[in-house]
């Protein structure tokens, strides 16, 4: 049985109510939940005050922090008790109204703010919700970077407010950062004459489309532009199930090629003109190429999932390929440490220096306008010598023992070529290679495999699969 935690907090007009949260909301990257049965006002509030009490030990000077929020229906109650927890800490706050996470990530870095919360859930349903924080820079705060501190604090916090801090004179300044994000992204851009089909799944990425559409000329066939009347499919477009529509919209309207964005923006996905999904590994291909021409020599970063095409692309073209584990929090650290120009995840996630080391959604989309122009060739051509190979996509296998799992695969593949345990387990041979992990939240093996041949593939797969029945 989950614990839940209950606690008195002062509130507006200085009344108090009984509290409660649920811990299971504190995820690895983000807090999240159903709303308002795991994540409610109360919760927002403690966790608020919990983000000021960690970053913020130092009450004598001015704190600015961002606050943003997606278009969920239940985001401005949560905001409004965020805001009121940063204030009930003296904090001041910069209110950028709806936004994208990578809009909210542009405003956290062109304010030059402490850091930011985003009210979102990402790509989950509707029902849910949730708050990303981040510190100076929009640098993620996870669970290795603060995260857990300010659950401890959250979940254990006094019901005074802070000695002689009211929070009454705490300054909301409301900042609409639209048209200098969408000026960012245009700056410089070339863009080919194109029709595009553009899904961004109900969420907050359509305003910006259709901005850039306005000031740089293409023709735009929107699709879940949000307010939606109707919820046509999920929010995360990696699963085929949510691109049905984008697909079918492709080919009646004749678009040169689709764009899907999840629900907060900081992944696409991309299609040709025949509806074919062009894979995220394609895509960043394609990118890492165009920066390489960019800054000749320097590091790219992928996941250890990343199909071989990728950094067979990165040394081809002069740069440095590095390898690394899933997840934005530790490509994001990566991307610093080793002042790398890009990096991409096969989930559709896409990192640029340019973006100031973080991941977007639409900035991925208006570079690869810029590749389309320069290289005046349509999608599915520039793709074709990236499809190399066969790959299984990521499989998942419930095993009872993960780690027992991983070292009887270990063993099975004893004359293997190389292996690597950077995220998981990664066993390489010369005609096929796959990557075992296990996942951060259940009993799973998350598997991708890749071979020379589709019946290398498939005879890979069943002897993995055997082996994690024995």
Not at 113 to 121: L, Q, R, V
Not at 394 to 417: C, P
Not at 427 to 448: A, G, H, M, Q
Request: charged residues 25%; negative net charge.
């Amino acid at each position: 049985m989950v614990k839940t935690y209950f606690f008195e907090v002062s509130v507006i007009n200085h009344k108090y109510i009984k509290l409660s949260i649920n811990p299971s909301i504190f995820k690895t990257y983000d807090i999240r939940g159903l709303c308002p049965q795991e994540i409610n006002e109360e919760a927002a509030y403690a966790i608020a005050r919990g983000v000021a009490q960690f970053m913020f030990r130092d009450r004598d000077s001015k704190h600015r922090v961002v606050v943003a929020m997606d278009n969920r229906d239940s985001s401005p109650m949560l905001k409004e008790s965020v805001l009121r927890g940063l204030r009930d800490e003296g904090v001041s706050i910069i209110d950028a109204g709806v936004a994208t996470t990578p809009m909210f990530y542009f405003s956290v870095n062109q304010a030059k703010s402490d850091g930011g919360i985003m009210i979102t859930a990402s790509h989950n349903p509707a029902q849910y919700n949730g708050l990303k924080i981040v510190s100076a820079g929009a640098q993620p705060v996870g669970q290795d970077s603060g995260l857990e501190e300010i659950k401890n604090i959250a979940l254990n916090l006094e019901a005074s407010l802070p000695s002689g801090n009211s929070g009454k004179d705490n300054q909301v300044e409301q900042v609409d950062f639209l048209n200098q994000y969408v000026d960012f992204l245009i700056k410089d851009l070339r863009c080919p004459s194109v029709k595009v089909a553009v899904d961004v799944s109900c969420g907050t990425a359509g305003v910006i489309v259709l901005e850039i559409a306005k000031k740089i000329g293409f023709a735009l066939t929107p699709l879940c532009f949000a307010p939606c009347l109707e919820v046509l499919h999920g929010g995360d477009p990696l699963k085929d199930d949510n691109v049905k529509d984008i697909i079918e919209a492709i080919k009646e309207q004749g678009a040169d090629f689709g764009v899907a964005f999840d629900t907060d923006g900081d992944r696409v996905f991309f299609f040709d003109k025949t509806g074919e999904r062009v894979s995220s590994h394609i895509i960043g291909s394609l990118l890492a190429r165009y920066y390489l021409n960019k800054y000749p020599g320097a590091s790219i970063i992928s996941d250890v999932r990343m199909p071989k095409i990728f950094a067979e692309t990165v040394v081809e073209n002069g740069g440095k390929h590095l390898g690394n584990r899933v997840g934005h929090a530790f490509i994001k650290k990566r991307m610093h440490e080793e002042g790398a120009v890009f990096a991409a995840e096969v989930s559709g996630h896409f990192y640029f220096r340019d973006f100031f080391g973080l991941d977007g959604g639409v900035f991925a989309f208006t570079r690869v306008l810029d590749i389309l122009a320069s290289e005046g060739k349509p999608l599915e051509e520039l793709a074709a010598p990236y499809r190399a190979r066969f790959q299984s996509g990521e499989l998942n296998y419930k095993v009872a023992d993960t780690q027992k799992a991983l070292i009887a695969l270990k063993s099975a593949f004893a004359d293997v070529e190389k292996f690597s345990e950077i995220d998981g387990l990664s066993i390489f041979y010369k005609d096929w290679w796959c990557n075992i992990r296990p996942s951060n939240t259940e009993p799973l093996l998350r598997v991708n495999i890749e071979a020379e041949t589709e019946s290398l593939l498939k005879e890979m797969r069943r002897k993995i699969e055997g082996l994690f029945l024995l």
